[in-house]
């Protein structure tokens, strides 16, 4: 049986001004701007992708900024925090880094065998950068931050759930995910070959608030796999396994299924093909804003209504 999931493959969040967003995910965490599209079921919103050099499934972070949109709030049922996987010998970089740019932090905290810095961006978004020496994967040069020290792609993500076992039997089930460790409440289960880029850690607790969905929020997470054919498979598998599953929906860099687990968190699978550069050079990625061929005749009028935006190196 071939594999269908691989690991993490983009988490989708909500965010404010289009500016202060390329400034902290391009400006302050280094990240690459690979792609400024838009939201292609709202043109009128950019669609701001980071990632690694090339944007390679595991690395990529995206965006719908808003603008004036009220602020969510963490909670249960959602996915809380995203992680972001740097070296160990990089820890002390990164707390000075956040510091000169007056982003607040928690002290370093540990959890199973790693060490991690929690921290909010601007919009409220829960970010962690997690210290370790198992990812092989190259950072992106940006010209400031030395590619030795910068992030690698996600370490993986955080759900937050009132029920555990409908979600973890779904994970390690029909999603092909195996839990590796357990401890106070916090499961971590990998996908794939394991390692950074395929965990999701699940913690369970009954009794707390719901997650409110808004700016500093996440709208969606998404699983890598490899191909059309193997899409189809999972979408398949996952029908007749009980859920709710769309068509495939072109996203012209990927294609995607979407559906929602049993807690309520909307779940996608995107193909690893065709990728960032099918309609940008990769030395260019990121530079132009790209729009789909069937809104290329509004291309004036889209582009007068949104945000100026610029890279800043800081």
Same mark, same amino acid.
């Given at each position: 049986?071939?594999?269908? !999931?691989?690991?993490?493959?983009?988490?989708?969040?909500?965010?404010?001004?289009?500016?202060?967003?390329?400034?902290?995910? &391009?400006?302050? +965490? %280094?990240?690459?701007?690979?792609?400024?599209? !838009? #939201?292609?079921?709202?043109?009128?919103?950019?669609?701001?992708?980071?990632?690694?050099? #090339?944007?390679?499934?595991?690395? !990529?972070?995206?965006?719908?900024?808003?603008?004036?949109?009220?602020? %969510?709030?963490?909670?249960?049922?959602? +996915?809380?925090?995203?992680?972001?996987?740097?070296?160990?010998?990089?820890?002390?970089?990164?707390?000075?880094?956040?510091?000169?740019?007056?982003?607040?932090?928690?002290?370093?905290?540990?959890? /199973?065998? @790693?060490?991690?810095?929690?921290? @909010?961006?601007?919009?409220?978004?829960?970010?962690?950068?997690?210290? #370790?020496? =198992?990812?092989?994967?190259?950072?992106?040069?940006?010209?400031?931050?030395?590619?030795?020290?910068?992030?690698?792609?996600?370490?993986?993500?955080?759900?937050?759930?009132?029920? *555990?076992?409908?979600?973890?039997?779904?994970?390690?089930?029909?999603?092909?995910?195996?839990?590796?460790?357990?401890? =106070? *409440?916090?499961?971590?289960?990998?996908?794939?070959?394991?390692?950074?880029?395929?965990?999701?850690?699940?913690?369970?607790?009954?009794?707390?608030?719901?997650?409110?969905?808004?700016?500093?929020?996440?709208?969606?997470?998404?699983?890598?796999?490899?191909?059309?054919?193997?899409?189809? @498979?999972?979408?398949?598998?996952?029908?007749?396994?009980? $859920?709710?599953?769309?068509?495939?929906?072109?996203? #012209?860099? /990927?294609?995607?299924?979407?559906?929602?687990?049993? %807690?309520?968190?909307?779940?996608?699978?995107?193909?690893?093909?065709?990728?960032? &550069?099918?309609? @940008?050079?990769?030395?260019?990625? %990121?530079?132009?804003? $790209?729009?789909?061929?069937?809104?290329?005749?509004?291309? &004036?009028? !889209?582009?007068?209504? +949104?945000?100026?935006?610029?890279?800043?190196?800081?």
């Amino acid at each position: 049986m071939s594999r269908l !999931i691989n690991g993490l493959h983009h988490v989708t969040a909500l965010a404010g001004g289009a500016q202060k967003n390329v400034d902290f995910y &391009a400006g302050i +965490l %280094g990240l690459r701007l690979v792609k400024k599209t !838009i #939201n292609f079921d709202a043109p009128d919103v950019y669609h701001l992708y980071y990632g690694d050099e #090339n944007g390679n499934p595991g690395s !990529i972070m995206t965006f719908f900024p808003y603008g004036q949109i009220a602020r %969510g709030r963490k909670g249960t049922n959602q +996915l809380t925090y995203t992680a972001f996987s740097v070296p160990t010998a990089a820890l002390g970089y990164w707390m000075d880094r956040l510091t000169a740019h007056h982003i607040a932090f928690d002290k370093p905290q540990k959890r /199973f065998n @790693e060490t991690f810095l929690r921290f @909010e961006d601007h919009d409220g978004l829960g970010i962690e950068l997690v210290a #370790n020496d =198992e990812d092989t994967r190259s950072g992106w040069n940006n010209g400031v931050i030395d590619p030795a020290l910068a992030i690698k792609g996600f370490h993986g993500v955080t759900l937050h759930e009132t029920r *555990g076992e409908p979600t973890l039997k779904l994970l390690t089930g029909l999603m092909e995910h195996r839990v590796v460790t357990e401890t =106070e *409440g916090r499961y971590r289960l990998q996908a794939g070959d394991g390692g950074p880029g395929t965990y999701v850690d699940m913690i369970v607790t009954p009794g707390n608030l719901r997650g409110m969905q808004g700016a500093g929020t996440v709208h969606h997470v998404a699983f890598s796999t490899d191909s059309d054919e193997t899409q189809l @498979e999972i979408r398949e598998r996952l029908e007749e396994g009980g $859920m709710s599953v769309t068509p495939v929906a072109d996203r #012209n860099y /990927f294609h995607s299924i979407y559906f929602r687990e049993p %807690g309520g968190v909307l779940f996608e699978v995107a193909t690893n093909p065709p990728g960032f &550069a099918i309609d @940008e050079k990769p030395s260019e990625l %990121g530079t132009k804003l $790209m729009l789909p061929e069937w809104y290329e005749p509004r291309r &004036a009028a !889209i582009e007068a209504g +949104l945000e100026r935006i610029e890279l800043k190196r800081v």
